[in-house]
């Protein structure tokens, strides 16, 4: 019955598969993976798909992964971010570390990237990043209108367009405050100060959209709790107001839910502080989750 069920799963989710194949693999040959969602602001939500998508989820706890699910219609399509059969082989060495990748992510939509340990999903971040180059193959914006087709041809993703975010953030940190680390690389010339002046406005978006509005400037960001670093480091990245913002493991050091009941209870919170601050970006952002802990 199981594998009924699967079946059934497996041809629903199938037939909703987005055209461009999220998929790819890693350097030692383990498999990646990638789920996307569409927020609702942008479309109208396609519920035979949205039921395969629960279906498939309900399939987890017996070991099937999440399929690639396209929930909502794409008459709202604006813009996806376009990696097209992207290969990387580090220079020096004999074996590429991804093959022929392939993926795409509309315009404010969340996309997870899913894999075990060493199957290439921060080589991945950083090529999307920009910090090195694809050895074949291209990464893009292509703009869409209303109707879905394309308009123009797909424009170069350049590293400033990109926000990451690597994992353990707060090890990055730098200044004595959270005013020197935000500010830190300003332009410090008169000049620039209308530059300045909009740079301090995403500043102030940047923090309400994280909700760090409640910490002051003169604080040490060695010394805000685990969740609170995590929304530093946000907003660091969207100051720089990014079209993409990637994310490595962005859960990774922070308690497990399930340990709550053994551990304090403001460690647990940083977790499910940083789950709910997902939540809320990804309504307003394209962001991309890189993860091997699907939960
Ligand atoms: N410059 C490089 N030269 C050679 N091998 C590399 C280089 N960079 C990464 N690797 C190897 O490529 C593989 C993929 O690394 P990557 O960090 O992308 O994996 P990952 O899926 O993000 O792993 P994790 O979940 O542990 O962070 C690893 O085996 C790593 O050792």
Not at 160 to 165: D, F, P
Not at 167 to 189: K, M, N, S
Not at 274 to 283: A, C, G, Q, R
Request: with cysteine.
């Amino acid at each position: 019955m199981l594998a009924a069920a699967a079946a059934v799963t497996v041809a629903l989710a199938a037939a909703y598969y987005p055209p461009v194949k999220p998929a790819g693999y890693g350097g030692d040959g383990g498999f990646l993976g990638a789920v996307g969602r569409q927020e609702s602001t942008l479309g109208t939500p396609n519920w035979r798909c949205a039921f395969a998508y629960f279906a498939a989820n309900s399939l987890i706890p017996f070991g099937f992964w999440v399929l690639p699910i396209r929930c909502w219609n794409s008459n709202a399509f604006r813009s996806a971010e376009m990696v097209r059969k992207v290969t990387y082989r580090p220079p020096g060495t004999e074996h590429n570390l991804l093959n022929e990748v392939n993926l795409s992510l509309r315009e404010k939509s969340f996309g997870l990237i899913f894999g075990r340990s060493g199957s290439g999903k921060t080589t991945l971040l950083q090529l999307l990043a920009g910090l090195s180059e694809p050895t074949s193959g291209s990464i893009c914006i292509q703009k869409y209108d209303d109707s879905g087709n394309p308009i123009g041809l797909p424009e170069i993703l350049t590293s400033q367009r990109v926000g990451i975010v690597f994992q353990f953030p707060e090890r990055y940190f730098l200044a004595d405050t959270v005013l020197e680390e935000v500010t830190f690389g300003w332009p410090r010339q008169k000049a620039d100060l209308l530059f300045k002046e909009q740079l301090a406005l995403n500043l102030q978006n940047a923090f309400n959209s994280v909700g760090l509005t409640t910490i002051s400037l003169d604080e040490d960001p060695q010394s805000l709790s685990g969740g609170f670093k995590r929304r530093l480091s946000l907003a660091l990245q969207l100051v720089q107001t990014p079209d993409l913002l990637l994310l490595d493991e962005p859960l990774a050091g922070l308690v497990d839910v399930v340990a709550k009941f053994l551990l304090q209870m403001s460690d647990w919170k940083a977790r499910a502080d940083v789950v709910n601050l997902l939540k809320e970006l990804k309504k307003h952002h394209t962001i991309l989750v890189v993860s091997h802990d699907l939960r």
